[in-house]
């Protein structure tokens, strides 16, 4: 098989968005199996986890369903062996974006990808799918719209098919986070071509999900290789809403100042209003949302993928199949919906290993919205309860006093053993405190107000507000009123957010407000004691780190950086980081497809003189040696 020229060598064929899409090349060939292609191509030294296990049961020919964390190296299960089986692997995809990446990706690797999508003109999708009907294409990316289509499907019919990927599979599961009816189509994969080996793929599924996958994939006797949970490069933080955006700023200043990050909102209007003020405030921020033009969400997207330093602002519209691996951290300013879709969302930071976090800010405001936006939708009577469930269980997760890695591990299933030292809770422990007494006031004042009235009017009457509302509904001469003066308004708060937590509250859905539940009374009772955490104080300026924690320090692990020893390394770094921008620019490609940051820092901390030596570093296979070893090699001589 053939290798593309130098490094600046121009794609063969480029589709609108810049991405080539012609497939002239293949993999290096070898004789060494999966693990000589997992060097000579990939550039890696071991397999990570179940792998390997993934990869020989699908070379074999069988079915199986993985879930694997974000950055757990799941495309490598089927993207290997689709160089060792014959014909052509056909991967289902649910986002433009998503292929487009992969297959830059791949094509850098000198690897046979294209995708057939709309970006394509008529005659270049025709080309594509002759090319993929004679076999002359290792991965082929579709989405589940057009694989389903009769035309394709007698394509598929004459073409040599080594298996079928389908990815992002929680799509598949009405009980999922990102429910997509079209996926429902996909049994007929099975049906059609019983003896081409599946396999089904996500980064986020509990066990109601798993079973649903397997059951609308038909995939029930597939072999299943669920990966551990953990995501140990993530640090995660969660802190009370208390002027949201000073916060994030704070925390992006202090913590990832120049770094790339994803800051998600609940609607449109609130993500264009944050990523103007961001740029206000001197960072480089851009919105994208639904409603935004195709142009404008494919411009923003290109220069997160393809520039240093840029801050998406986005609805959850964004992100998912993103491939780009140095994303630092991901910010919440509300809630997202259920835990799943914060593990898919926060597991966008971090994808290349190096340290990274997850940052969120919420108040009780996001429960209200939350149970309001459930209960107006015309799901079924049960899927609304399950996404209550959902719902209550990351409420849970905010409000914890245990290890945050252990309470959202043990949501997935997996036992985990604390402290993780990663985390607010583990780096600066919460106080507790009898709560019993402070819970009755708030429950007996919700009770006496008619339990109709949100959070914050509770809190008013408990501290004894003067407001013409609370007089005018004559709650200024209920018991009630005023016996919490000794707590500032903003403790009564916490309280109350603890006590939806906890369940001895809820949200009443058609008007918003809160409302006992049966599991107040034996606390009202005082016949169960009631624990509560005491929210601490978050520093007025300095370091945001950690809630509550002294100036200094407080990332959750060292920056990617932290390995260059020297101002000379950290000189050659910088160089080989625009030496990289430079050729991406070239090709119209992102530079993390070229070398990744961690590849880029064993180049500046090993400085090798000879091919030999940079074969040997992380992510440098056969065909990216051949590209850009000698200009890499010319940057770390010229600076030595």
């Known amino acids: 098989m053939s290798h593309t020229g130098s490094e600046s060598s121009p794609p063969a064929t480029t589709d609108p968005n810049g991405v080539s899409a012609a497939a002239p090349v293949g993999a290096p060939a070898t004789s060494n199996g999966p693990h000589g292609l997992l060097r000579e191509v990939f550039g890696f030294d071991s397999f990570r986890g179940d792998q390997q296990a993934i990869i020989e049961h699908i070379i074999a020919g069988g079915d199986c369903l993985v879930i694997m964390p974000t950055g757990g190296g799941k495309s490598l299960c089927y993207q290997l062996p689709a160089l060792t089986r014959p014909g052509v692997a056909v991967v289902v995809s649910p986002l433009i974006a998503l292929m487009q990446d992969q297959v830059g990706a791949l094509r850098q690797l000198g690897l046979k990808a294209a995708f057939i999508n709309s970006t394509l003109t008529p005659q270049g999708a025709r080309e594509l799918e002759q090319e993929m009907v004679r076999g002359g294409i290792d991965l082929v990316y579709v989405a589940p719209e057009r694989l389903t289509q009769p035309y394709f499907l007698d394509l598929l019919d004459q073409t040599p098919l080594a298996l079928f990927a389908i990815d992002e599979a929680h799509c598949v599961s009405q009980w999922g986070h990102d429910f997509r009816p079209e996926y429902r189509q996909l049994t007929i994969l099975h049906e ?13 599924a509990d066990e109601p999900t798993r079973r649903d996958i397997a059951e609308r994939l038909q995939l029930e006797s597939a072999r299943r290789f669920i990966a551990s949970f953990d995501r140990p490069n993530i640090t995660y933080r969660v802190t009370v809403r208390d002027n949201p955006r000073r916060q994030l700023l704070r925390f992006i200043q202090n913590d990832h100042p120049g770094e790339p990050g994803i800051v998600y909102c609940m ?5 264009e209003q944050i990523a103007a003020w961001l740029c206000a405030q001197g960072i480089t921020a851009l919105p994208y949302h639904a409603g935004l033009d195709a142009a404008t969400r494919q411009a923003h997207q290109a220069r997160f993928l393809r520039e240093e330093g ?23 300013l509300d809630l997202p919906r259920s835990i799943e879709a914060y593990y898919q969302e926060t597991g966008r930071a971090g994808r ?3 340290p990274a976090d997850a940052w969120m800010t919420y108040g009780p405001g996001d429960v209200v919205v939350h149970q309001q936006f459930i209960d107006a939708s015309e799901a079924p009577a049960e899927q609304k309860r399950i996404e209550r469930d959902k719902l209550n269980a990351l409420i849970g997760y905010c409000e914890t006093t245990l290890c945050r890695r252990q309470v959202l591990l043990h949501y997935f299933g997996e036992r985990y053993v604390g402290p993780c030292n990663r985390c607010d809770t583990c780096l600066m422990p919460v106080e507790r405190i009898d709560g019993t007494e402070l819970a009755q006031k708030a429950l007996s004042c919700v009770y006496r107000t008619g339990q109709r009235f949100g959070a914050a009017y509770i809190a008013d009457v408990l501290t004894g507000a003067e407001n013409q509302r609370i007089i005018n509904a004559g709650h200024d001469r209920l018991s009630t009123y005023g016996i919490g003066r000794d707590l500032p308004k903003k403790r009564w708060l916490s309280i109350i957010r603890q006590l939806l937590a906890a369940g001895l509250l809820e949200v ?10 049966e599991a107040a009374r034996p606390v009202l009772q005082g016949r169960e004691v009631l624990w509560l955490r005491v929210d601490p104080r978050e520093p007025a300026s300095g370091n945001s780190g950690v809630k509550g924690q002294a100036a200094g320090p407080a990332r959750g692990g060292a920056p990617p950086t932290a390995a260059l020893t020297g101002e000379m390394q950290k000189v050659l770094f910088e160089r080989l980081r625009a030496l990289r921008l430079e050729l991406s620019r070239q090709q119209n490609v992102p530079p993390y497809v070229i070398f990744s940051d961690r590849t880029l820092v064993e180049m500046a901390t090993s400085q090798p003189r000879t091919l030999e030596e940079l074969s040997g570093l992380h992510g440098v296979g056969r065909t990216k040696l051949e590209r850009y070893g000698e200009v890499f090699l010319e940057a770390v001589r010229a600076h030595v």
């Open 192 to 204: 059609r071509y019983p003896d081409v080996p599946r396999i089904a793929l996500t980064a986020t």
């Open 267 to 271: 609607s449109r209007k609130r993500t």
């Open 310 to 332: 840029v801050v998406i602002v986005a609805t959850i519209a964004f992100g998912m199949g993103i491939d780009k691996p140095n994303v630092r951290f991901v910010a919440h």
């Open 352 to 354: 290349d290993g190096l």
């Open 508 to 517: 009443e859905p058609s008007h918003g407000g809160i409302r006992l539940t």
